[in-house]
């Protein structure tokens, strides 16, 4: 798995773009969750694997870093990075870089959950899917991990 992992771009789209002339933040997590999805998919997390076996990944906890504004067009890129991994939960951290300078333009990081939805619990993840998880919170943690991970909101003085 490289480190960071990569794969997903877009562009900017006119509907995105809000009051002010800058694409609205909840966008961004739309292309948060579209590279999360690719990532997933990497690890057999995809929609045909809940599907399949009627289990998921849940939102448990996020946290979002806006730093430069993105506008209508500008293409854009995301990078992950598995954090940490246990038995039942993943945390992963992404950036949005647009591609034209590769300013950062948000960070995001997540704690997610695997979920069998019959039930509605949190369980492990099969032990495929957990060896591909640890393989690539291994590689990610080899490559170095990103400085702005974990910090709170707050306003500083």
Known sequence: MQ?????YETVVKPEW???NGHMNLAYYMV?????LDLLCAAWDLDWQYTRRTNHGTFAA????IYETELIEGDRVRVE?????????????GQEIHRISDGARACCWEAVMLH???GVRKVVP????????????????????????IGRKVQMKR
């Open 61 to 64: 906890e996020t946290h979002t």
């Open 125 to 148: 993840f099969p032990p495929a899917q957990m060896a591909a998880i640890r393989a690539t919170a291994e590689a990610h943690a080899a490559a170095g991990l990103p400085d702005w």
């Open 17 to 19: 773009i809000d009051g």
């Open 115 to 117: 979920v069998d939805l």
């Open 80 to 92: 992950s990075w598995v954090l940490a991994a246990d038995a039942k939960r993943v945390h992963v």
């Open 31 to 35: 292309i948060f969750d579209h590279a």
């Open 3 to 7: 480190a960071p992992f990569t794969g």
